[in-house]
């Protein structure tokens, strides 16, 4: 801070800056080194901002120190520099600003001084006018934070100033509680420590951190190779569909070969990313290069740690995020929220030759597949845990592993009570070669599951040739009792456990009270008299089960054919655009939600609101309506809408590996974050049980610059203006369930 200083008018009001030099004793030679910011309209500026040296800058009692004071007359023609550049002469009259004075002090005077502070006096170029005073304190910054190092700054006479330091420990950043675990997810801290005067005569101390984060690389290679997995599966169910009728075979010939097309792109990129080294942060710069559209732009936390000598410690965390959108594929014909509506308009209106079905019900195909790959292998593990509790003789065990096979199987059943499987069925059936219906093959309920059959020149309706062998009629209750025989097998093994464990029940009551040695005689003789009688009903569901999974695993593979081919290339177009845009707005909730769990960690009311409402997450937008940014924010409205099929899980750390885990395909992913053990015992029951927690993102977009005023005036806001009032709706419905749920006291 500077006082007096002298204008060259006397109602001039000075727009001031100071630029820092330095004189390094072995090289004699003027180095340009930082600057503050510019505070305008006072002849007494109080700089918000000091000049700091951090610990590994070459620094010594010699090292000469020189401060320059300029009047900014243009802003806009004047620029800050803050990098070290060579100066060798006095510094040049640019025409945005002109010099007031300057001044030269040692660092050696500086430290031996009493108080270790120096007032200097500001000087012309010439060393002969005086336009005013400067004051430079050492300010001794393990004072502040145990284990730090003196950084020189600057401060104003009689009267205090903002000090700033920065620092290199990660420490500082996490805290030693949580130091390895957000270590794992933070990286390359930056830190400033800032002081205020306070009404009182006292000092508020703020640190500023910022980082950035392994999670902008994690995360979406994790998802890539989820999505990889996920379309090598639905690939391999499109060939197992079974023999086609020519048009349909043909169709998912098209359908496979575009869809290998895509899957060595997803390939191809998560190559690429496993090749990335060095810093985790993408720049802005960086937005438009294929082999990081998944990455999220300039994704950084930003802390603000204020300490007050009255007033409780205060946390503030954000996390800055670029807008989740895929620059690199462009936005000439709009963003997702425009491309989605246009497409899907397209496919029910144009007369395809294939069945549609409605977004709902290819997502409901999509889940019931899901539920298949889940379920089945656990219920084949169950059911030979009940084999092996059998053969062990072990009531406990026995009872044990029937109530898991019954709670599963129960599952699997409920998961093919829709309409939709029964629909497909009959669809796959027309399908097939030689088929022959006196009506035209359109699935029941069509009105309301959409499946709507287009007619026109439709293969499968051409009079069967006399080669193609008939089929028989299609029995439409055929699948009821398909699917009902695996509720009646698991009945059937119900009964039998049960008779065999009251039947050992009463033998081993009689057996016990005659004879102890005919008891175990009797043990062992019944141990295989259960194995033998419940193996063929466990054989009988498995095969059940086997049939109906064949059945509805083809005929929800049928569905999603149908997606695929009423859209190609489109639709797997969407679909990569969709998962560019869901990577990058992921990545910055798992940042978030990492963040947000470690402060609240000793906050009850945030714990118990994690696991009994879920977690809201507010995103503000500063994007146009203009241009570009118009389908950029078509794109960030779906990514991040797109983030409430999200669910976290809290599980305790098996490793030193705290890196978040990512399970479950598109449209359903949990995240797994990990806590080492100390911290993990912090949390409620609910949370260390395994509770899936919920999120609510929303978005409110705010247009802040020239291209929004232009849209404003001369464009188009609704856009904004839709999306904030379907934001506002959710936010609405998360404020009534938080209040239903945990009423204020």
């Known amino acids: 801070a500077c006082k ?83 100066d060798h002469k006095e510094p040049r009259a640019d025409v945005g600003r002109s010099f007031l004075g300057c001044t030269t002090f040692r660092v050696g005077d500086l430290v031996k001084s009493k108080e270790q502070q120096l007032t200097l006096t500001l000087r012309t170029s010439d ?55 957000l270590n794992a997810v933070l990286k390359n801290p930056i830190c400033k420590l800032y002081r205020f005067p306070t009404s009182d005569n006292k000092w508020m101390r703020i640190r500023e951190q910022m980082a950035e984060t392994t999670l902008s690389f994690h995360v979406p290679k994790e998802l890539i190779n989820l999505h990889i997995k996920e379309d090598m599966r639905r690939n391999q169910e499109l060939k197992d569909l079974g023999e086609l009728a020519p048009h349909w ?68 965390d954000v996390i800055t995020v670029g807008a989740p959108a895929a620059h690199f594929q462009g936005f000439k014909n709009g963003g997702l929220r425009k491309l989605l509506s246009k497409f899907e308009a397209e496919r029910r209106n144009t007369g395809y030759q294939c ?80 088929c022959v219906l006196k009506q035209p093959a359109v699935p029941r309920n069509s009105a309301e599951e959409g499946g709507d059959l287009q007619h026109q020149d439709h293969p499968s309706q051409i009079k069967r040739q006399d080669s193609i062998p008939h089929h028989s009629e299609y029995d439409e209750e055929e699948w009821d009792r398909v699917w009902a025989n695996v509720g009646k097998s698991l009945n059937c093994v119900i009964a039998m456990v049960d008779r065999l464990l009251e039947k050992d029940n009463i033998s081993n009551i009689k057996e016990g009270e005659n004879d102890p040695s005919a008891a175990d005689c009797k043990v062992l003789h019944t141990g295989g008299d259960w194995y033998e009688q419940l193996y063929p009903l466990v054989i009988t569901l498995k095969d059940c089960m086997g049939e109906v999974v064949t059945r509805a695993k083809q005929s929800m593979a049928f569905v999603l054919l149908q997606e695929l081919a009423c859209g190609l290339p489109q639709c797997l177009m969407l679909t990569l655009r969709r998962d560019i845009v869901f990577s990058q707005a992921l990545t910055g909730l798992v940042c978030g939600f990492i963040i947000k769990l470690h402060t609240g960690l000793h906050d009850q009311g945030f714990l118990q609101q994690l696991h009994t409402v879920g977690l809201l997450v507010q995103y503000e937008g500063l994007l146009s309506t203009y241009s570009e940014e118009a389908g950029m924010l078509e794109d960030m409205a779906v990514g991040i809408s797109d983030l409430q099929k999200v669910m976290f899980k809290v599980i305790e750390a098996k490793s030193e590996d705290f890196l978040p885990v990512i399970t479950g395909r598109r449209e359903h992913y949990v995240i797994e974050v990990q806590l080492p053990a100390k911290m993990f ?64 006291d």
């Open 4 to 86: 007096d200083l002298a204008a060259a008018t006397r109602d001039r009001k000075l727009n001031t800056f100071i630029q820092v030099s330095v004189v390094h004793p072995a090289e004699h030679i003027l180095t340009r080194y930082s600057s503050t910011e510019i505070v305008e309209g006072t002849r007494d500026p109080l700089f918000l901002t000091g000049v700091t040296f951090p610990p590994e800058y070459p620094i010594y009692e010699e090292t000469k120190i020189k401060l320059t004071v300029y009047d900014v007359k243009d802003k806009s023609q004047d620029t800050v520099r803050t990098g070290v550049l060579p």
């Open 127 to 181: 060393g002969g006018r005086t336009v005013g005073t400067i004051e430079v304190n050492l300010v001794k910054m393990g004072e502040l934070e145990d284990g730090e190092t003196d950084h020189i700054t600057t401060d104003a006479q009689d009267q205090k100033c903002a000090l700033v330091r920065e620092c290199t420990a990660t420490e500082g950043l996490s805290g030693k509680d949580n130091l390895p675990s």
């Open 249 to 316: 075979d043909n169709m998912r010939k098209s359908v496979i070969a575009h869809c290998d097309q895509m899957l060595s792109m997803y390939q191809d990129t998560l190559a690429e990313l496993g090749k990335h080294a060095g810093s985790s942060f993408k720049s802005s710069c960086s937005k438009g290069e294929k082999t990081l559209e998944f990455i999220p732009i300039n994704l950084h936390l930003q802390r603000m740690d204020v300490h007050s000598p009255r007033l409780k410690d205060a946390l503030y």
């Open 355 to 434: 069945i549609y079905y409605s977004p709902e019900n290819t997502a409901k195909a999509k889940e019931v597949l899901s539920n298949i790959n889940h379920l089945q292998p656990l219920i084949s593990s169950h059911a030979d845990l009940l084999l092996n509790s059998a053969s062990q003789h072990s009531p406990d065990s026995l009872k044990n592993s029937l109530k898991m096979l019954s709670e599963k199987t129960e599952l699997f059943v409920h998961a093919f009570k829709d309409q939709l499987v029964r629909s497909a069925l009959l669809a796959l059936y027309t399908a097939r070669p030689g």
């Open 681 to 744: 015992e912090l949390l409620p029951q609910e949370i260390k049980q395994g509770k899936l927690l919920r999120m609510y993102p929303v978005l409110f977009n705010v247009g802040i610059n020239e291209q929004q005023t232009l849209a404003e005036r001369f464009g188009d806001t609704t856009l904004q203006e839709n999306i904030n009032q379907e934001n506002l709706e959710l936010l609405k419905e998360y404020y009534k369930l938080f209040t239903e749920k945990m009423p204020p």
